[in-house]
């Protein structure tokens, strides 16, 4: 029997997004393997990330990048330094300024990264039609835009 109330059809939609949320959130706070680079938090990952796309970064522009402080940046920046998969150095041009780079360890890490985001959008695109993902990456645009307001 189909049902056709409009309040328990939207309660059962927000229960779905509601598992999603916490799923993600999951995701999001568990550690990955990355190559020889072993487990890396997604923070940690992310940091390797965003310095890959822009070799040699400033501590500061690294923290804009990330939205974060700059105290956030020093101790993320310290982690991976211990796991030697970035070493901070004297930066070419800006005196007294210190950039951040990936070690060989981390570049590993980074193209890792980059294979297990290429094939997450392979599944997507095996997984759903052209326009099914169009749809759902303009509902996820709009979900981004109401959590963010």
Request: with cysteine; net charge positive.
């Amino acid at each position: 029997m189909k049902n056709n109330n409009p309040l328990q059809s939207e309660n059962h939609a927000s229960l779905r997004l509601g598992r999603l949320i916490l799923q993600l959130r999951r995701l999001e706070s568990t550690p990955r393997t990355f190559g020889r680079a072993g487990a890396l938090t997604p923070s940690e990952i992310h940091t390797i990330d965003a310095i890959g796309t822009d070799e040699g970064l400033l501590m500061k522009e690294l923290a804009e990048r990330l939205g974060v402080t700059k105290g956030a940046v020093s101790q993320l920046v310290d982690r991976l330094e211990a796991k030697t998969l970035v070493r901070r150095t004297a930066h070419p041009k800006v005196s007294r300024g210190i950039q951040v780079v990936l070690t060989d360890k981390g570049r590993e890490a980074y193209r890792a990264h980059a294979d297990m985001h290429a094939a997450f959008y392979e599944e997507l695109q095996q997984s759903f039609t052209k326009e099914e993902i169009a749809i759902f990456e303009q509902c996820v645009s709009k979900l981004r835009d109401i959590l963010s307001e």
